[in-house]
């Protein structure tokens, strides 16, 4: 394993991590989330540029898109259930309620 799949996979793997063991607040959730997207989007982006193949160039791009969309969407609901809930707790939120 050389040492760049070393790194990335080591940030994803912290992004996991982070996900799992930092349950509390769902600000702290899409955070870890969104490193993850970003370790995702770095490792796409130099496997593009080492296969020198213009066929996967657009897919780091797809990806990126995909996760400024999900950035918005979590950001959204951390607004909706702040004002709700009046915190971001994720005890708080029950999801068998509507």
Known sequence: ??????AFSTTFLLGLMGLASHRTHLLSALLCLEGMMLSLFIALSLWTLQLDSSSFSVSPMIL?????CEASAGLALLVATARTHG????????LLQC
């Open 1 to 6: 394993m050389t040492p760049t799949h070393f």
């Open 64 to 68: 990126l898109a995909f996760s400024a």
């Open 87 to 94: 915190s971001d707790h994720l005890q708080t939120l029950n």
